[in-house]
């Protein structure tokens, strides 16, 4: 069974920085995009970066400049550094990649649990 596991959110004040970290485990053939996403409180849900298996990235315009996306091909596992952080960071960030299990012919959709991010002033 296939499982996203984050980590590295936190409390951090206005101009801080934090690295959040998603690892995938379980029966796994191939990862292709992966990508962060985030929903602040009495907001929809948006995506805030993306990251191709061979590198290529994309950001939500608020982000750029400020966040970078990484992954680790070998370590199953994608990275959101965040810098310069604004309290409109504020909210839970959600890790998701698109899978193709071991058994199946298709990618499917995974998400990790959500970790929070909180941003004070």
């Known amino acids: 069974q296939v499982q996203l596991v984050e980590s590295g959110g936190g409390l951090v004040q206005a101009g801080g920085s934090l690295r959040l970290s998603c690892a995938a485990s379980g029966s796994i053939f191939r990862i292709d995009v992966m990508g962060w996403y985030r929903q602040a409180p009495g907001k929809q849900r948006e995506l805030v970066a993306t990251i191709t298996s061979s590198g290529s990235t994309n950001y939500v315009d608020s982000a750029k400049g400020r966040f970078s996306i990484s992954r680790d091909n070998d370590k199953k596992a994608v990275y959101l550094q965040m810098s310069t952080l604004k309290p409109e960071d504020t909210a839970v960030y959600y890790c998701?990649?698109?899978?193709?299990?071991?058994?199946?012919?298709?990618?499917?959709?995974?998400w990790g649990q959500g970790t929070q991010v909180t941003v004070s002033s």
């Open positions: 998701n990649a698109r899978i193709l299990g071991q058994l199946k012919t298709t990618y499917l959709d995974y």
